[in-house]
């Protein structure tokens, strides 16, 4: 499988492809397409256009219909573009199809997430868990890289082939290597285990969100510790634990992996111990970009993640971040009239409907440290009572 190169120019280009359906609607992909560009930006790629088709389900050859692939084909030609990437997974045939007709290299969603992935990853286990997920992406689609061998047949309809031969060859290399990587990555699994068991029953606290909500910078103010954090998708990879006291309380606090949108399959199978971090852990932090214009989106996108690997029903303090840069808002949101305000104080951000939720709710700003005191008592509040509740003689700490 091809990975993205950066050495044909300084700054590769691209183009999307988004499709409108009965169940997406144009403004919901044009979201998906400002997602997905961030996505490209964070390999360094430049998304010059995007193209959106309207039909009733994907083109089961070409994913799109054959007018507008010809008429991404002419603009590729005239404006030197190198990647054409679409917002959804495509099939073998599909990808095959496309790149036969446009003579460029096609990105679908989940490969351009798992090359972001495999640039992040630092630690063995968070490669081992990429490459996992590469090879289980890479099984299905073999046939497309072997689209040469069907010249050097000379047309013959003779079945059993050199291609499909070096194919069955390749099939049997990629499984084995599977079998590897998840035996190696079930030994690093039950060596994280052993880890958390040994931290004993501290309480512990998992930092979860859309990725780039601020997670890294919240573990960085809350711990003092220099976690890597920086404004691009997936910054962090490898779980992060740090052991935090809140007024005499010490308190275990992770920063996991962010979630996103039609997160890879594979992708969530290879990360099971960092979801391991959040199944087993006693307090979740759910962090909310609020300054995102579909912050909501995100915020469910979380939630059914966390309800896909049963860890909802846990205690949660819902952690608005970067109320400094929150505008979005309308008049029916709060309980007084007016033009649209784009200067929101902490104290109308209070009297909100995110403030009415059943989880417990604080509004901080990360970056300019505002707030962060509310947040720490917060969370002091409901780590006492699951502390006391295993240590009923500690009543001094409190």
């Known amino acids: 499988m091809a990975k993205l190169h950066f050495t044909d120019r300084v700054v590769p280009r691209a183009v999307l492809i988004g499709l409108v359906t009965p169940e997406v609607s144009f403004e919901k992909q044009t979201e998906y397409l400002d997602e997905l560009a961030f996505l490209s930006k964070t390999l360094g790629?430049?998304?010059?256009?995007?193209?959106?088709q309207q039909l009733a389900h994907p083109d089961i050859r070409t994913f799109i219909g054959k007018g507008k692939l010809l008429e991404i084909k002419k603009y590729t030609k005239e404006n030197e573009i190198d990647y054409v990437i679409f917002d959804d997974d495509l099939s073998a045939s599909q990808m095959r199809n496309i790149e036969k007709e446009l003579k460029l290299q096609i990105y679908d969603r989940s490969l351009?997430?798992?090359?972001?992935?495999?640039?992040?990853?630092?630690t063995a286990q968070a490669k081992t868990q990429v490459e996992l997920a590469r090879y289980q992406y890479l099984l299905p689609r073999l046939t497309r890289m072997w689209t040469h061998l069907e010249r050097q047949r000379g047309g013959t309809s003779t079945r059993g082939g050199a291609g499909e031969k070096e194919i069955e060859t390749d099939r049997r290399?990629?499984?084995?290597?599977?079998?590897?990587l998840k035996k190696k990555l079930k030994t690093i699994d039950k060596q994280m285990a052993t880890q958390r068991q040994n931290r004993g029953k501290?309480?512990?606290?998992?930092?979860?969100?859309?990725?780039?909500?601020?997670?890294s910078t919240i573990m960085n103010l809350l711990s003092k510790s220099n976690v890597f954090a920086e404004d691009k998708l997936f910054a962090t990879l490898d779980t992060t634990v740090r052991k935090i006291t809140i007024h005499n309380l010490p308190l275990l606090l992770t920063d996991t992996v962010g979630f996103?949108?039609?997160?890879?399959?594979?992708?969530?199978?290879?990360?099971?111990?960092?979801?391991?971090?959040?199944?087993?852990?006693?307090?979740?932090?759910?962090?909310v970009d609020i300054s995102h214009p579909q912050f909501e989106d995100h915020w469910r996108a979380v939630d059914e993640t966390l309800g896909e690997i049963d860890s909802k029903d846990k205690p949660t303090i819902l952690v608005f971040n970067k109320i400094d840069q929150y505008s979005h808002l309308n008049e029916s949101e709060?309980?007084?009239?007016?033009?649209?305000?784009?200067?929101?104080?902490?104290?109308?951000?209070?009297?909100?409907w995110m403030n009415r939720t059943e989880n417990r709710s604080v509004f901080i700003s990360?970056?300019?440290?505002?707030?962060?005191?509310?947040?720490?008592?917060?969370?002091y509040e409901v780590a006492k009572s699951i502390h006391a509740s295993r240590y009923?003689?500690?009543d001094f700490l409190y």
Do not use: C, W
């Not at 351009?112 to 630092?122: E, G, K, N, V």
């Not at 992708?267 to 979740?284: C, H, M, N, P």
């Open 202 to 215: 501290m309480v512990r606290v998992a930092l979860v969100g859309y990725t780039n909500v601020g997670k």
């Open 260 to 287: 996103i949108r039609k997160l890879p399959h594979q992708l969530v199978e290879s990360f099971k111990s960092t979801l391991d971090e959040v199944r087993e852990a006693d307090i979740l932090l759910h962090v």
């Open 112 to 122: 351009l997430i798992l090359d972001i992935f495999q640039y992040r990853a630092q």
């Open 392 to 394: 009923p003689y500690q």
């Open 366 to 379: 990360a970056k300019k440290k505002e707030n962060i005191d509310e947040l720490r008592n917060s969370l």
């Open 334 to 352: 709060f309980d007084y009239t007016g033009d649209r305000v784009h200067h929101i104080s902490l104290k109308d951000l209070q009297a909100s």
């Open 173 to 180: 290399i990629i499984r084995d290597k599977i079998a590897l």
């Open 45 to 52: 790629i430049e998304v010059i256009k995007s193209f959106t």
